[in-house]
């Protein structure tokens, strides 16, 4: 990955049934094409496990045929080490969840805590944790109306089918906007303050952040003491990602 590359990262379960479909995130990314420069290039750090081969074995055919130009990596990201650097590498987090199991989302959260705007489906949880155009962007999302797909539920509920053909039948019903996910995504990219905000303004946030009082650097724990030596506030981290949000380029000036 070179400096001026452009990184997303979708962080979670690989899993087009029990996750998210990938076809919006690569189509939408497959699309961006004419958008970098011509010694740049677009990655997408998928990082998370697959429940099986075959799962995988569509994921990395599917970004073959769909994205033939974007740089995909695969990590295991159940490994702490493998996230924190995935995250600590990426400049945008998209996660364009389909499932009626989503009904919380904790990466989206995860991603604002490492200084990342992010660009999610405008879908169940996801719609308590992230505010369009303030942490980054939702993209318009429909399904069934309300009362439809009654037969559905009722064959689940009746066990004549399994929880897995349900959320996979059940995640057909839901739609993403691939064009909307493809123009959220280019504003990012042609927005360097939005994607390198965190870098940029890293020294100056941290001379604006109120200096904890520990003068006998007692701390008992080891990455407390390491921190608070190297950058007079203590927090229990190997690296030091300040929060910042989209809103608040508006309100902090360098």
Known sequence: INENDIVLIFLGRLSF???????????????????????????LIQAGWFPNDYIKDVFVNDAKNLCPEVVCHFIDAREPVNKSMALAASDIFISLSD????????????????????????WNGYKDTVRDGVDGFSIPTITLEPGDGQDMAYRYFSQITSYDLHIGYSSQTVGIS????????????????????????????????????????????IQLKKNYKKYGFPFAADIWIPHVTISSINNIST
């Open 178 to 221: 691939t064009d909307e996910t493809t123009e959220k995504l280019r504003e990012l990219i042609k927005n360097k303050d939005l994607i390198h905000y965190q870098i940029k303004n890293l020294v100056f946030i941290n001379k604006k952040i109120k200096v904890f009082k520990n003068e006998k650097n007692t701390f008992k724990n």
């Open 17 to 43: 049934h029990a996750k998210a479909h990938p076809y919006p995130m690569y189509k939408a990314l497959n699309n961006l094409q004419d958008s970098i420069d011509e010694d740049q290039k677009i990655h």
């Open 99 to 122: 499932n009626f199991q989503e009904t919380y989302g904790l990466t989206p959260l995860e991603a604002m805590a490492s200084g990342l705007p992010v660009v999610i489906s405008d």
